[in-house]
């Protein structure tokens, strides 16, 4: 099955810096990658998904990155704000392609200093 | 915005007991699901629901586990017998399909056994 990395369980930046995470996974390659944000308490929120034939998607602020030769997924918030104090999680099937349901990686823990 | 609401937010059980935990996904979706998440760990994959029928489970989703849509609204999860190791967080979630559709979460019921 598949296996996700997230490394680096805590991220600590200043107001108004780009915040960069990263997700590996080992195995097969997924047809899409997910990335969801969860504050304490609460379910996960679904934030942005790519798909393995994009190399880039943005929203508003966010930007991920999907590269499947490194097997590995970035994701930058630019301009970042307290508010975005957050843990972040990345997301893909089980198996390969889009089979298989969702497994989460154990996140990254995003700090924003004022 | 539709959302998946779960109830109760917090049960306390004694180990052996049984409980149910519900769920209300959003309205329009076809597939269910349940995850769990201990705390301080990763939110795990417990099993997946479609016309009727579980699709998928994990390992964790023995047979102390069940799950069922009982009519048009509610989802529920069943632990028949709890044990210590069950205290987690257990999040219900829908989506509109299957493969790279983002999952809606609902905010999550603590399960605290003593």
């Known amino acids: 099955s598949q296996k996700i990395e997230q490394n680096s369980e805590a991220l600590n930046i200043q107001e108004g810096k780009t915040a960069t995470l990263t997700c590996n996974y080992t195995n097969y390659s997924p047809a899409y990658l997910q990335w969801y944000r969860q504050d304490p308490g609460r379910g996960p929120v679904f934030l942005l998904l790519?798909?393995?034939?994009?190399k880039e998607k943005r929203k508003e602020r966010l930007k991920v990155t999907f590269d499947t030769t490194l097997k590995q997924s970035l994701f930058h918030i630019t301009a970042s704000q307290p508010a975005d104090s957050a843990t972040y999680l990345c997301a893909l099937s089980n198996y390969g392609g889009s089979q298989g349901n969702l497994i989460f990686g154990k996140g990254t823990k995003l700090s924003v200093k004022p | 915005e539709p959302e998946v609401t779960q109830t109760p937010s917090h049960q306390v059980t004694q180990m052996g007991q049984e409980v149910i935990l519900r769920c209300v996904p959003i309205s329009n979706h076809l597939y269910f699901y349940w995850y769990r998440q201990i705390l301080g760990q990763k939110v795990e994959f417990l099993v997946s629901f479609y016309n009727n029928e579980i699709s998928e489970k994990s390992e964790i989703f023995d047979d102390q586990f069940s799950v069922e849509r009982p009519d048009g609204s509610n989802f529920t999860l069943k632990i028949r017998s709890t044990k210590l190791e069950d205290s987690a967080m257990y999040f219900c979630?829908?989506?509109?399909?299957?493969?790279?559709?983002?999952?809606?979460f609902g905010n999550g019921t603590r399960l605290t056994v003593t």
């Open positions: 790519i798909r393995e034939n994009e």
């Open positions: 979630a829908s989506s509109d399909g299957q493969g790279n559709s983002p999952l809606h």
